[in-house]
């Protein structure tokens, strides 16, 4: 064998997985396809270089833009016109993806992981392992004795209706649009689509959102829900649930979008828009990797099938990520990538779903961990409930953003938190603490307990710690 572990697939997952095993003395190679403009290798997979990383540089960047022309006179700040440069706007997010592409090949570099930029496909089973045949920049023929696949998702494409990448756009289009589109159309509000257009929309765009479900943010807690929608509605969001469409019609070059549509009382609508970003979704990514040469298929959906720790049907493949069951986060793939790459080396690893956070990293933020209220209401397991609002944060009141709560749920009988939910500022770093407390089975009198700096916005999870008994000071 050339190597112990061959990793198909630079992402989250792919990447982690390859220092991790490096780390722990395995010979790695890790080969992926993903390029630059220039042809040269962008490792970091759909997160670094057209997903979570660039998202939020250009959420970054529109919110500066918005907040500067509507936010600062009550901080008594006068600014005069505002202008748009979105051609260096574009160019920063391409800096921040391109410092994180060469942040990975100089970790592959330190922990002496070869790296090939290039497709990889198995070739055959050979005696104590795979061949692996790598076409393109980097070509070669590699053997090893473990190989994971970590090669992703790609978006979901209506039927019938391609991605140009100009007018229909995925996630790539949406985040390249060379100007500011006067109207645009987003089908599915979940997070891709409302990150995507928060950003527009903040740029200038009038943007509306068709959801098929009825149900606004399903997957998040009702109470974090029905907040979200007020605040995106008021901000100009024009989000539309239960939404049949009918037809969608690109027009001649240059032209609109046309939509038809029925609404959710079955009344037919139109929509014309100069651009269409298509966010129903993400489908796993394994064309091209001949998983027939080995033996290993997919289900009905197009996942490679894995068990609990991420093991194929076929001894010594693995695959992790957005290619096989679970969440498609790209932290959920990094932390199966770290306890596969332990398992080869006979540590026994744990990764715990529940205790995966997640994040829409909208204005305001939204974020949990655990169960929602309405999952333990349908479990039937009784529980506690303690919110706190940012607006008696002191923290909030001085950066002038009081939008939210912070929302903790602990069983009624042991105190265990069973899951935590915020809106509101930073909402992303607050969940950090609530997953940790929930790794170690802390109980909300735990958190309660705890001496937190004032003024900080984390109070908020004290305060909703002691809300749950009753007992919250300063609301």
Known sequence: MDHDLIVIGAGPGGYIAAIRAAQLGLSVACVDDWSREDGGPAPGGTCTNVGCIPSKAMLQSSEHYE?????????????????????????????????????????????????????????????????????????????????????????????????????VLSNTGALALQKVPERMGIIGAGVIGLEMGSVWRRLGAKVTVLEALPEFLGAADAQVAKEAMKQFTRQGLDIQLGVKIAEVKPAAKNGPVKLRYADAKGAEQTLEVDALMVSIGRVPHTEGLQLDKVGLKTDERGFVVVDADCRTEVPGIWAIGDVVRGPMLAHKAEEEGVAVAERLAGQKPHVDFNTVPWVIYTSPEIAWVGQTEQALKAAGRAYKSGSFPFMANGRARALGDTTGFVKMLSDASTDEILGVHVIGPMASELIAEAAVAMEFKASAEDIARICHAHPTLSEAMKEAALATDGRALNF
Do not use: C
């Open 67 to 167: 907040h500067i022309g509507h936010g600062m006179a009550e901080h008594g700040i006068e600014v005069g016109s505002v202008k748009l440069d979105l051609a260096r706007m574009l160019a920063r997010k391409q800096q921040v993806v391109r410092q994180n592409n060469d942040g990975i090949l100089y970790l592959f570099k330190k922990n002496k992981v070869k790296f090939l930029h290039g497709r990889a496909a198995f070739a055959a089973k050979v005696d104590g392992g795979f061949e692996i045949e790598v076409s393109g920049a980097d070509k070669a023929t590699l053997r090893a004795r473990h190989v994971i696949v970590a090669t992703g998702s790609r978006p979901r494409a209506l039927p019938g209706l391609d991605f140009d990448e100009k007018r």
